[in-house]
Nanobody
């Protein structure tokens, strides 16, 4: 499985940005894609996840209402729409794959493939 994240960049506080993660390779129905982020000097943290077939989503509490995950099965992509961005949202954002959608999880150890990350910088 290969994951390619894109869409990062520099945005002013209060602005919006849309990230995209393209999945390729041996992807099967029933898997989960998630977004994590790693702010400078901090540990990686969960943003949200979505199942591929059911479209169920799960967000970190701090992301609810501002961030939305969606999928495009035709393009084999999962997007992260980020609104009302804050300087503390500055981080490298990663997409990750888990070969199961029995339940959605924020545990990074349960994800088996990771994209290369895309930098998001929010200026104040």
């Amino acid at each position: 499985v290969q994951l390619q994240a894109s869409g990062g960049g520099l945005v002013q506080a209060g602005g919006s940005l849309r990230l995209s993660c393209a999945a390729s390779g041996r992807t099967f129905s029933g898997y989960t894609l998630a977004w994590f982020r790693q702010p400078p000097g901090k540990e990686r943290e969960f943003v949200g996840a979505i199942t591929w077939t059911g479209g169920s989503t799960y967000y970190a509490d701090s992301m609810k209402g501002r961030f939305t995950i969606s999928r495009d099965n035709a393009k084999n992509t999962v997007d992260l729409q980020m609104n009302s961005l804050k300087p503390e949202d500055t981080a490298v954002y990663y997409c990750a794959h888990r070969g199961s959608s029995i339940y959605l999880t924020k545990d990074p150890h349960l994800y088996d493939y990771w994209g290369q990350g895309t930098q998001v910088t929010v200026s104040s």
